[in-house]
């Protein structure tokens, strides 16, 4: 068969299709990729056949200030720039899979374009969700932190202004507006998590396909041999300009340079080493790191509890210490404490307070058992294999089971 991927240019939503692309062109199926060309190597490596598409917006995102929330004037200009994309993209995607039509659009679920395109040529749409999954009884805006009330109204005219351009868009096209957060964003949807770090896991019936993360093909990100003795602190914000935190990374040379922990801190390509000042001989800093390669090693993750990241450090069975820096993170990292996986910290906290949160997260045997038992089951809930499964088994036998969402 012939699988069409579609996706929004960023490494938290590109990395977990990476696996299952790799499992499905193993058993012989055809599969072409379409995002921004900044993925084009690592999509190929997989084994896909890559089709650049549409620009990288995420990488004009502005990097927020420690404290500072998104606000109406830095997500407009955004707003424009995923709409100009959404445009000047969107008639080549369908002439291209109208040239080629795959079995199945496999679209991440913030994709604009990927349930759309599926509508606009016939094709299945299935929806790869990386985060958490929406239904009639769950949607993630009810997890997400209000917006302070000085900004409200501001943020809620975006939201409406975007509203009406996708639904324009889509009447323009003569297909379905998109559903982001209100309900399946497809007949059939793939959510790399586990049921149970899902919430309200039980609501999800079989249109959902929980299979957890898939942690292969990853291992040629870098080379990394480490060096010390003590326990490991892995410390990165992610991989989004969000991560331009030199105040923070300073602080958290305070708190670790010349302790008994080693360290690894990714910094990400937007802070300099030199803005960081001494680095103590048991600190290790680079842009990034493999991070599958540490997190088989590390005894503490610092982390912006990206789902991505905390995905990986629990089948890693690695305690979270998060540090978010979205509204998104926010939910994650209190569910990592509602599930007893790890704790939140605000990001100024100072560096004895960090070290002290690190040591006590470290030495919990009730967060270590907790931890222990969320790996086993994010390591058996099927992962790559599982995927493939159900999406080879939805195209073969269910495609018309469940209809058209409305």
Known sequence: ??????????????????????????????????????????????????????GNWMASMPALQPGQ??????????????????????????????QDPPDAVCFDAMTLSGSMAAEKIGAPAIALMPTYASNEHFSLRSL????????????????????????EFAAEQGVRTPRLFNGPPAPFNIVFLPREFQPMGATFDDRFRF???SVGGRDSDGEWVREGTGPLVFISLGTTPLN????????????????????????GDQTS??????????????????????LRHAAVFITHAGMNSTMEALYFAVPLLAVPQQPEQVATARRLEELGLGRHVAEDVGPDALRAAVAALHTDAQ????????????????GAVAAADAIEARVHHGAGRFGNLN
Not at 244 to 267: H, Q
Request: net charge positive; hydrophobic share 45%.
């Open 244 to 267: 331009r935190r030199p105040d923070f990374f300073r602080m958290c040379l305070d708190a670790f340079g010349g302790s008994d922990w080693e360290v690894a801190m990714a910094v």
């Open 69 to 98: 929330r998104a606000q109406a004037h830095l997500m407009l200009p955004i707003m424009n720039r995923v709409f100009e994309d959404l445009r000047s993209s969107f008639p080549a995607l369908v002439d291209r899979l109208r």
């Open 144 to 167: 997400m932190p209000a917006p302070p009330p000085e900004g409200a109204d501001e943020m809620a005219k975006v939201a409406l202004a975007m509203g009406r351009l996708l639904a």
């Open 367 to 382: 967060v270590r058992r907790n931890v222990d038992a969320m790996s086993d089951v994010v390591r058996s809930a099927g």
């Open 1 to 54: 068969m012939h699988f069409a991927f579609v996706s929004i240019p960023a490494h938290g939503h590109v990395n977990p299709t990476l696996p299952l692309v790799a499992e499905l062109v193993g058993r012989g199926h055809r599969v072409t990729y379409f995002t921004s060309a900044d993925f084009g190597p690592r999509i190929r490596n997989a084994g896909a056949a890559f089709h650049a598409s549409g």
């Open 273 to 294: 080493l030199a803005d960081l000042g001494t680095i103590a001989p048991n600190v290790r800093v680079r842009p990034y790191f493999p991070q599958l390669q540490v």
């Open 211 to 213: 299979v957890g993360p």
